[in-house]
């Protein structure tokens, strides 16, 4: 990784050496979640039929149909797991935050940082512009107070741009890591591994969207902060400017994961399963019979 601090984008580079090592992580993880659905069918064809009594008969086809139909529905699910997640949910929870945000393009950790930068110089270009060293006593306080707020101006913007990268990283860590996770879909006694897998991506993937969301309706207040701010402000208005970013900088943190929380655990699997379950139930009845 050839990452320089003195860019402007080094966090843009960070985030995406990661995405890269998450992908490679689940790409290495696949041919071992393909194996564990086999494994797992076989455990499950042999419970069945230890259950049953009986390895031939009409029991135990219906037994074969469904645990065939089972393992390939999870093993499509486990091939595909890169495209679900990434290109699918990631995008869809992506293009709703930025569609209720109103932005046509989500913006990067490196550009939301580089934002405070930019408040900041805005601050400084006003005590300067029409000061000179003659009257720098005179409006020594007003330094003081401007210099609270870039201090503050840029704690803050560097607090949101890594709230941003983590919630982005959230979604691919976990997304990556949650693959080995589905195949204990199959089997109902295990079925809760798979339900955590699908409940959390869709926790981390809300989060991204909400935080999308609120990034996009602060793009107007930043930029009449921004005009307002290259004016020779008052020191009220300054600290007004600056406790309203912080509690931007607030929601930001907070919002996002009570919106997650209040869906945590809600996603279950119970319905898709059963869905396969009685389906393939059904099918394997009609085939028996017409043998």
């Known amino acids: 990784m050839s990452t320089e601090l003195v860019s402007n984008n080094f966090l843009n580079d960070f985030l995406t050496y990661f995405q890269t090592q998450c992908l490679a992580g689940l790409r290495n993880l696949l041919p071992e979640a393909v194996f564990l659905v086999w494994v797992l069918g ?8 230890i259950t049953e009594g009986h ?41 709703a935050g930025l569609t ?35 009257v720098v006593v005179g409006i020594l306080p007003l330094l003081v107070i401007k210099s609270i707020t870039c201090l503050l101006i840029i704690l803050t913007f560097a607090a949101m741009s ?21 195949p204990f879909g199959m089997i109902p006694q295990l079925k809760s591994f798979f339900d955590a897998a699908v409940s959390g991506l869709f926790r981390t993937g809300v989060k991204y969207m909400t935080m999308l969301f609120i990034l996009g309706i602060g793009q107007g207040y930043f930029s009449a902060s921004n005009s307002s701010l290259a004016e020779d402000s008052g020191w009220q208005y300054l600290m007004k400017a600056a406790v309203g970013i912080l ?13 997650s929380s209040m869906i945590s655990g809600s996603v279950s699997s119970d319905s898709g399963l059963g869905a396969i379950t009685g389906a393939a139930k059904l099918g394997a009845k009609a085939a028996i019979k017409k043998l």
């Open 42 to 49: 076989i455990i499950m064809l042999v419970m069945r039929l």
């Open 55 to 95: 390895i031939f008969g009409g029991g135990a086809w219906t037994s074969y149909i469904v645990t065939s139909l089972k393992v390939g529905v999870f093993s499509y699910i486990v091939n595909d797991w890169e495209n679900l997640t990434f290109n699918i949910v990631f995008k869809s929870f992506e293009v």
């Open 100 to 134: 209720a945000g109103n932005i046509a393009k989500a913006p990067d950790p490196s550009s939301i940082f580089m934002t405070g930068f930019s408040l900041v110089n805005n601050v400084i270009a006003g005590v300067f512009a029409k000061a000179s060293w003659q």
């Open 162 to 182: 890594l709230m941003f990268f983590t919630a982005i990283m959230e979604f691919y860590v976990f997304a990556s890591a949650s693959i080995i996770l589905v």
């Open 247 to 259: 509690v931007y900088a607030y929601m930001v943190a907070r919002i996002p994961n009570m919106v």
